[in-house]
Antibody, heavy 122, light 109 residues
Framework: EVQLVESGGGLVQPGGSLRLSCAASGFTVSSNYMSWVRQAPGKGLEWVSV???????YYADSVKGRFTISRDNSKNTLYLQMNSLRAEDTAVYYCARDRVGQYYYYYYMDVWGKGTTVTVSS | EIVMMQSPATLSVSPGERATLSCRASQSVSSNLAWYQQKPGQAPRLLIYGASTRATGIPARFSGSGSGTEFTLTISSLQSEDFAVYYC???????????FGQGTRLEIK
């Protein structure tokens, strides 16, 4: 069964750090584009970061320079290292598998984890 | 960056009736548009990709249409389980990024 399971969320003080994990089963993380998407309480979805199968990484402006996406191929796991956390980073963080068509004719997320909650507060 | 705008913010429809949700892009995205459904406390669920292709396991009452800047998600006969929030999503080529619409809440009338 294709599945994603996030972990690592919790309560952290402003300025602190947290590392989220996303364990995949049923498919290979390194062969796919993988994204992190977050959702602040009562708000909509916000894309955070993507790592391409080739290793290129991209970030939303709101997290650039503070967050780092990575993967461990041996563990088939995706990570999001979050530093210099702010109150506005409080959200449920989802990892997702991205599907990409040739020449990016289509781009969508077909598998999602259940999410892990990050709360930034003093 | 391409901005996605969904309308209406909230749509009230009776079970069994048709619901039509709109998503507009600030510039053409061709057919590179996906729709998701999200219920309270759950992760988003892919419904439609490529503007009109249903994802695996999605009932035929869900259909997507449009291209360029105007897109529509239609639910032909609403079931109780369809009341949720719906998001559209597109991909920006450069710099690479993904944009979601702000969502449409579909509620029972």
């Amino acid at each position: 069964e294709v599945q994603l399971v996030e972990s690592g969320g919790g309560l952290v003080q402003p300025g602190g750090s947290l590392r989220l994990s996303c364990a995949a089963s049923g498919f290979t993380v390194s062969s796919n584009y993988m994204s992190w998407v977050r959702q602040a309480p009562g708000k909509g979805l916000e894309w955070v970061s993507v790592i391409y199968s080739g290793g290129s990484t991209y970030y939303a402006d709101s997290v650039k320079g503070r967050f780092t996406i990575s993967r461990d191929n041996s563990k088939n796991t995706l990570y999001l290292q979050m530093n210099s956390l702010r109150a506005e980073d409080t959200a449920v963080y989802y990892c997702a598998r991205d599907r990409v068509g040739q020449y990016y004719y289509y781009y969508y997320m077909d598998v999602w984890g259940k999410g892990t909650t990050v709360t930034v507060s003093s | 960056e391409i901005v996605m705008m969904q309308s209406p913010a909230t749509l009230s429809v009776s079970p069994g009736e048709r619901a039509t949700l709109s998503c507009r892009a600030s510039q053409s995205v061709s057919s590179n548009l996906a729709w998701y459904q999200q219920k309270p406390g759950q992760a988003p669920r892919l419904l439609i990709y490529g503007a009109s292709t249903r994802a695996t396991g999605i009932p035929a009452r869900f259909s997507g249409s449009g291209s360029g800047t105007e897109f529509t998600l239609t639910i032909s006969s609403l079931q109780s389980e369809d009341f949720a929030v719906y998001y559209c999503q597109q991909y920006n080529n450069w710099p690479p990024s993904i944009t979601f619409g702000q969502g449409t809440r579909l509620e029972i009338k």
